[in-house]
């Protein structure tokens, strides 16, 4: 569990991210009430842009325990991800302190963040990566699917540099992954990422399903 005082810096983070949402883009939350108010869960949403974490925690009813990409933890982001709790993961490797964070974090009975593309995907879905798959049939919790849209436009390049787009988080249906054994064979891990996948594109506008367009 976390301490006291990151929960604490957790929620004045989130009330100052709110603020921020509110200033600076005209944002729109959907489905915050099919978030279980107890209870793990992991989170998987479409990466847009570097302030989908920010977004996400801002419109979450509940705290989010962040997984990001290793390359994530230095500058800003790096301060971002210490004061809510964050942590990182090696892609392209066998991270087995990153899925112990995760299954420590499930097992609390919190909600895990994870971007099954794990990187931004450029305005459409591409190919996701089959940890999320894989820790929600070893732990047995719940999938919330999340699509975002906008947020590219929040920052811009010139001025002015604040673009107020409208951004929109909408959350989807919690379901569970179902697996014959706690150790998936590739090919079944390839089909239960695809079904995550499909699920954040079912919430994401035709044009931005990307390889998943069939959802």
């Known amino acids: 569990m976390p301490s006291r005082g990151l929960t604490l810096t957790y929620h004045i983070i989130r009330a100052l991210i709110r603020i921020l949402m509110l200033l600076l883009s005209r944002a729109r939350v959907h489905g915050r009430d099919l978030v279980p108010s107890s209870g793990a869960a992991i989170v998987v949403s479409n990466h847009l842009s570097m302030v989908d974490p920010p977004v996400l925690v801002g419109a979450f009813p509940r705290p989010l325990v962040l997984m990001s990409k290793a390359e994530n933890d230095r500058g800003l982001l790096k301060f ?10 090696r892609r392209g490797k066998v991270d087995r302190e990153a899925l112990r964070n995760a299954e420590r ?111």
């Open 105 to 215: 974090t499930l097992a609390a009975g919190r909600l895990l963040c994870i971007f099954p593309e794990g990187t931004r995907g450029g305005g459409t879905l591409i190919e996701g990566h089959g940890g999320a798959a894989m820790l929600a049939v070893r732990t047995g919790v719940p999938i919330i699917p999340v699509a975002i849209t906008g947020t590219p436009q929040v920052f811009m390049r010139r001025f002015p540099w604040f673009g107020y787009p409208r951004v929109t988080v909408t959350i989807g249906e919690p379901f569970f992954l179902r697996s014959t054994s706690a150790t998936t064979r590739r090919d079944e891990r390839e089909h239960m990422t695809d079904e995550i996948m499909a699920r954040i594109a079912a919430l994401l506008p035709q044009e931005m399903r990307g390889r998943y367009s069939h959802a």
């Open 80 to 89: 971002f991800m210490r004061l809510v709790g964050a942590f990182t993961v």
